[in-house]
């Protein structure tokens, strides 16, 4: 298996997603990806979480009704899906659609993939093994392969995409975003993933070459930035948890949410007290103009995508003000 050059597709520079909401009703979600391109975003990025809507399906169904935007997976976990499949399904995809197509791997919730009695004992070890075979396999390599976690016995793909999509990284962590750097195309940084984060991040990932940055953040724009404030403000409950803590060292009053989530009685108690301000800076919410300087200070960072997460009600017109 030899390494392979980064991959040739070429996405917006600054570009501007959103997400498509994991609980979004069936009979709205191609309308949601086709309203998304009518209104302008550069990319829609697919969720795939235990119990809801699988990735890869939704990324099909959603290019199909599609011309232009680029369309994400993510995050597909690495443990529940075989290298092989999993580079069919992706080639497929490229080949239907070339030049749209982002897929985004990493190593699953570990409580979700403890639920499947699947965690590995080494995520990183399986995370590498899985991304280097499945570039190899999507460049047209025939494999054979006994690694700790993948095992290929001549493996290749008979139908190889001429473009090829990049692989991303949905990682977190020092360790894991050194992995991504070596690794990956790229890098899906999740919520929230403001400029100071963007910037730590890159620090770590610290890529030889091209690597692409994809950071989602939880957003609303209303004219009334307070109002907008309180909109995005449920959308703060999983901050509440220590998983997230990697995405809040470097901001400025990281050790005051700290002791706000150990005050806190649970999730809801910790919403209600966050400040206006912190929600600020965790978010994107505000009027179109403070949106949109906001969007410039993560690309400034150094993200190339800025993924939008919808919250409140009406949600993609409402977003829709933020993009230049």
Not at 231 to 247: E, K
């Amino acid at each position: 298996m030899t390494d392979t050059a980064p991959t040739q597709s070429a996405p917006s520079p600054r570009a501007t997603g959103v997400m498509v909401p994991r609980d979004l009703p069936a009979d709205r979600v191609l309308s949601f990806v086709v309203e998304a391109e009518r209104l302008g975003f550069d990319e829609a990025w697919t969720v795939e979480d235990l119990g809801f809507r699988g990735g890869i399906a939704q990324t099909a169904a959603a290019l199909a009704v599609t011309s232009r935007i680029r369309i994400g997976v993510g995050i597909l976990p690495a443990a529940a899906r075989q290298v092989a499949f999993a580079a069919m399904e992706v080639a497929t995809l490229a080949e239907l659609f070339p030049g749209r197509v982002d897929v985004g791997v990493g190593h699953g919730s570990k409580g979700w993939m403890q639920q499947l009695d699947i965690w590995p004992a080494s995520p990183l070890t399986l995370l590498q093994e899985w991304l280097q075979a499945t570039r190899a396999l999507l460049h047209g390599e025939r494999l054979r392969l006994s690694g700790r976690y993948v095992t290929l016995d001549h493996v290749a793909l008979e139908m190889v995409p001429a473009v090829v999509p990049p692989l991303l990284a949905g990682v977190r962590g020092p360790k894991s975003l050194r992995l991504a750097g070596r690794y990956a195309d790229g890098t899906v940084l999740a919520e929230p993933a403001g400029p100071e984060y963007v910037a730590e991040a890159l620090g770590h990932i610290a890529a030889d070459g091209p690597h692409r940055v994809v950071a989602y953040n939880v957003a609303r724009v209303e004219d009334d930035p307070d109002r907008a404030v309180e909109l995005a403000r449920p959308a703060m409950a999983p901050f509440a948890l220590p998983d997230w803590d990697p995405h809040l060292t470097s901001l400025p009053f990281a050790e005051e949410l700290t002791r706000l989530r150990q005050d806190a009685t649970d999730p809801g108690d910790f919403v209600d007290r966050l400040p206006a301000e912190w929600i600020r800076q965790l978010s994107i919410a505000g009027t179109p103009e403070e949106a949109r300087q906001r969007i410039a200070a993560i690309h400034d960072a150094g993200a190339a995508s800025v993924v939008l997460i919808p919250a409140g009600p009406d949600d993609l017109p409402s977003l829709a003000r933020a993009l230049n």
